[in-house]
Structure formats: C-alpha cells, structure tokens
C-alpha cells in the first residue's frame, strides 16, 4: 500500500524559503510514476505547485515557476519542495501526491490517484 | 492556463435523491490523439486530502461506489450521484490535465 508523509516547519518567515519532504512508503519512487505537490490556502481551493515526472524533468505552475522548486532523493524514497521569498499569500495546507499514470502517456501524467494527510504551513513572523 | 469553473457553488440535496455538479472548461480538453478526455474529479471531505473518484471524465477509481458517475467532453462535464448517501457530504472539485493541472472552485454538497 503506497502512503505519502508531508513533514516540514510549519511556520515560515516572509520573505524566507519554506522547505518541505514528502516521504513515500510502499513504492519505490525511481521505479515510475510522477510525484507532485498541491496547496490549499484555509478556506480556498487546490493549486498544482509542480510535479517531478519519471522521464526525469520538473514541471511547474507558471505562477510559481520562479520561486518553486521540486527535487528527488531517491536513496532516501523522498521528494522535496522549495519555495523561495514566502509572503502571507503562500499559507496554505500543502499536499504531496502521486499522478496515477506509471508513465507519461499522450502528454500527460494523470490525475492524482494517491495523497499524503496534508501539513500546514503560515508565513508569519 | 485553462480555468476551470464549477456550478453551483453549493448544493442542498434530499436524501437518495440525485446530486448533479457542472464543470466548464475554458478549452476543450479533449485530447484528439487518443480521443479522451483529460478530466478528473474529486471528493474532499473536511480534514481529508481530496480523494479522486473519475478520471478520463468517466472512468470510476477503483473502489468508488458506482452511484457515482462522469459524463461530457471538450469543454462540458458533469459528476451525478444517483441517490446521495450522508456519507457523500463534503467538497467536489473538478481537475484537468490537459495543459499543466488546474481545478475548479470546488461545489459544497449538503443534505436537504
């Protein structure tokens, strides 16, 4: 049974970087799939962050494209999300995922099949 | 970026009567190669992750309980739940994976 752990501080400072690892148990991330992160301001609604693809390359939100990024350990089973220059806007419940297609096919690499619980993070100081 | 948007913003249903969730997109996401759409919806309830009930538009997760049901393509959707259960009460969003991944504002579903 595949399970994804979101851990990390859960509160930043503006205008520092928020860090946070996803761990996943059950599946060897080098095996296939893509992993990505989503975040949910309190109240609001998903935003796709960015995604590391089993072909090798990271994707990202256009809106974000320029503070995020997004690597991989795989002798660790994990995979990391940085997000540089924090404000208030960037709170949110932030959620690790896995696209549910083992490879990239017609383009795409799917919905998000399996989700980590969540861990919140405020920008405040 | 395609947008993505829900109606209604909220719902009030009866008890084993049907639930129906629109979603529009902005352009279609009909995917010409393979003919399907790259649709995908959600169910979140309240401190829950979201949890994908369909995909391609209309095909169930496993697990998911065949009252629920997909339909449409391009740039018109729609989730139903044939008979709501109290269990069904929670937050529907609407996905594509088209270009890039961006959700609807999601539609709050209650009991009457």
């Known amino acids: 049974q595949v399970q994804l752990q979101e851990s990390g501080p859960g509160l930043v400072k503006p205008s520092e970087t928020l860090s946070l690892t996803c761990a996943v148990s059950g599946y060897s991330i080098s095996s296939g799939y893509s992993w990505g992160w989503i975040r949910q301001p309190p109240g609001q609604g998903l935003e796709w962050i960015g995604t590391f693809s089993q072909n090798g390359n990271t994707y990202y939100n256009p809106s974000l494209m320029s503070r995020v990024t997004i690597s991989v350990a795989t002798s660790k089973n994990q995979f990391s999300l940085r997000l540089n220059s924090v404000t208030a806007a960037d709170t949110a419940l932030y959620y690790c995922?896995?696209?549910?297609?083992?490879?990239?096919?017609?383009?795409?690499?799917?919905?998000?099949?399996?989700w980590g619980q969540g861990t919140m993070v405020t920008v405040s100081s | 970026d395609i947008v993505m948007t829900q109606s209604p913003d909220s719902l009030a249903v009866s008890l084993g009567e049907r639930a129906t969730i629109n979603c529009k997109s902005s352009q279609s996401v009909l995917y010409s190669s393979n003919n399907k759409n790259y649709l995908a919806w959600y169910q979140q309830k309240p401190g829950q992750p979201p949890k994908l009930l369909i995909y391609w538009a209309s095909t169930r997760e496993s697990g998911v309980p065949d009252r629920f049901s997909g339909s449409g393509s391009g740039t018109d959707f729609t989730l139903t739940i044939s008979s709501l259960q109290a269990e069904d009460v929670a937050i529907y969003y609407c996905q594509q994976y088209y270009s890039s991944y961006t959700f609807g504002q999601g539609t709050k579903l209650e009991i009457k």
């Open positions: 995922a896995r696209h549910r297609l083992v490879v990239v096919v017609a383009a795409t690499m799917g919905a998000f099949d399996i």
